[in-house]
Structures are given as structure tokens and as C-alpha cells.
């Protein structure tokens, strides 16, 4: 890995630079854990709510490092037959049918059953070997000659054996194979699992893995986000979005909205050609900031108040 990479890991100010070229925000924290992983070669956990851009950190860090993304999205059941491997059956029979023909030479004049069982059994290793094997997520990060970016998105929603499956790959970047045996990164690729808290990972897990936790932006942040996202909205409008949404924030709501509701709010408000956020405009447009309907009524009956401290704002701030 750091022989192909390590171009781009000369300091945290060449990621950050790297990364907004990319149109990503990263942080001085984000990009210190980067180059802190990178060069301790850990996987990296990256947790916070929905919407935060975590998925978004792993994709970006492929397209910055030119190297590519191989995701794998757990859930819950999940076994190594979908992240690790499987075997080609289907193709195995259909060899074994091409092949039977020379069944009688590689018999012979075999004296009996045994003795032909004894000389199918030098030919077992050709029906499991890599050429029949379909390589999944895991495995496909590992041949990767110049590197790849493994996300494991939502590991929070595998169970305990799938994260107990992954501590091979995450501390030495191999993976055993019974019939193959063990099979060692062409070149480490960077990794990302992703969590959203719906349950607390293990100790063995956290302990392989260096944490980032990425938490919902504060209002500089998210203004300088969404001017970066969509840069064509007046910096008036962008203020409004950014005050309101850290108003109902502090409301009692189910989910509150993320980041990635704030852009889509901003690129629907400009295809609406709104100049200025007014109540009509937020009851009609709040279903695509906020997504249980009970969040909505208990929005709807705070859009006056919001509205009129916005305009209140407004005459003391120019923009």
C-alpha cells in the first residue's frame, strides 16, 4: 500500500486540499485519522448519525487516491459465501461433464473401486482451485496489485459472528481458504467500516481499527458545505437554510436532519428559484428535510417562530 500511495499521504494539509478538489469537507480530524491509519496501516471505524457523509468519507478517499471502491453492505445474516467467496458450482459441473470422456483414461485398467478412487483423488485440487472460485468484496480488496478502498458499510447490522469473521482481514489482511489456504493482500487496501450506533460494536473490533466519530455540523461547517455542494444559491439563502435547520434541531423529533437533507433541501429550494425562505415555502418543501410525518407536524408548528427570528437576524447581518 505505501508504495503506491504514499504520494498522497506527504502531509494532513495535502488530504484536506485533496479531499475539498474532491468536493469533500475533511476536516483537520478527519484527515489526522487518515494519516494516522495510513501510516499505522489500521482500518479505520468511522460512526455518527445518518447523513453525516461517512459513506460519502470512504467514496471520496477511492476518487482522491485513484484507486477503486469495493463495498460490501452488511446486514443482518450476512456469511462469508457474500462477503468472502464462493464456489463456481455451476462451472465445476460443467467441466466435470466436458471432462468425462477422459474419466476412462485417467482409470486406466484400474483393478477395482478403491484403486480407482485413490487415483480420481490426485485430481481433486483442479475443481477447487482459484480458477473456480467467485471472489466476493473481501476477497477481491485483497488482489487488488494497486490498492483499493474496502468499505464495509453498516457493520453495525451484521451480528457477532460476521464481526468475529472479519478480525483475520483486519489485522493482517489475509484470509484463509481451507481448500486454497491463506491468501495475502497484493497491496493493503485502505478500509472503512461504517456505523451508525444501532448497536455497540465489539472490543476486539474497535481495538484493530483506529475510531473517527463524525458528528452533525456545526452551522460554519455546514454552510461551507453546502456552498461548496451547491455553490450556485445565494449566501443569503444559505444562511436561512443552515439557521433553520440547527433551529429544529433542538426540537423533540424522531430524526433529526443531516447534512445530506440540507443539500437536497438547497437543491430543491434552487429549483424552485426561492430568494428567502418563507412559511409557505418550508411546510411545503419539509418532507424532504425531515421523514416520519410526526416530525413534520411538530416542525409545522414552529415554522412561524423560526421564520420570524430569521427575519430578525437578517437586519443586524449582512450578507
Known amino acids: 500500500m505505501k508504495s503506491v500511495l504514499s ?9 484536506q ?16 485519522t487518515l494519516y494516522i491509519a495510513y501510516h499505522l496501516e489500521k482500518p479505520i471505524i468511522v ?26 453492505q452488511c446486514y443482518e445474516g450476512i456469511d462469508e459465501a457474500k462477503a468472502l467467496y ?8 460443467l467441466y466435470i461433464q466436458i471432462l468425462k ?24 485440487d483442479i475443481f477447487f482451485s482459484r480458477f473456480f472460485l467467485e471472489p466476493r468484496p473481501l476477497l477481491k480488496a485483497l488482489q487488488q ?8 458499510d453498516e457493520v453495525d447490522k451484521s451480528d457477532d459472528e460476521f464481526e468475529a469473521f472479519l478480525f483475520e482481514i483486519l489485522s493482517d489482511f489475509q484470509i484463509s481458504i481451507p481448500e486454497i489456504g491463506t491468501v495475502c493482500a497484493e497491496t493493503k487496501p485502505i478500509v472503512f467500516l461504517t456505523s451508525n450506533n444501532t448497536r455497540q460494536l465489539s472490543e476486539p473490533l474497535k481495538r ?4 473517527l466519530y463524525i458528528p452533525l455540523p456545526d452551522p460554519e461547517l455546514e454552510m461551507e458545505i453546502i456552498r461548496l455542494k451547491v455553490p450556485d444559491i445565494s449566501a443569503k439563502l444559505q444562511y436561512q437554510i443552515v439557521f433553520f435547520l440547527q433551529q429544529i434541531r433542538e426540537l423533540d423529533i424522531k430524526k433529526l436532519p443531516s447534512i445530506s437533507e440540507a443539500i437536497d433541501w438547497a437543491k430543491v429550494l434552487l429549483l424552485l428559484h426561492a430568494d428567502k425562505l418563507t412559511k409557505d415555502l418550508v ?8 421523514k416520519f410525518e410526526e416530525d413534520i407536524e411538530t416542525v409545522k408548528g414552529n415554522i412561524a417562530q423560526i421564520t420570524k427570528k430569521i427575519e430578525e437576524k437578517a437586519r443586524f447581518i449582512k450578507i
Open 86 to 93: 464462493e464456489w463456481q458450482y455451476g462451472k465445476q459441473l
Open 145 to 152: 496489485k494497486e490498492g483499493a478502498v474496502l468499505l464495509i
Open 17 to 32: 486540499q485533496g479531499f475539498r478538489n474532491k468536493s469533500y469537507i475533511c476536516s483537520k480530524k478527519i484527515a489526522t
Open 283 to 290: 411546510s411545503d418543501t419539509l418532507n424532504v428535510i425531515l
Open 208 to 211: 484493530r481499527c483506529v475510531h
Open 47 to 72: 460512526e455518527g448519525p445518518p447523513g453525516v457523509g461517512k459513506t460519502e468519507l470512504a467514496k471520496t478517499a477511492a476518487a482522491f487516491f485513484e484507486i477503486p471502491l469495493i463495498r460490501i
Open 7 to 15: 504520494e498522497k499521504f506527504v502531509s494532513i494539509e495535502h488530504i
Open 101 to 124: 470422456d477422459k474419466f476412462k483414461d485417467v482409470l486406466g485398467d484400474s483393478a477395482d473401486l478403491f484403486e480407482s478412487i485413490e487415483k480420481l483423488k490426485n485430481y481433486n
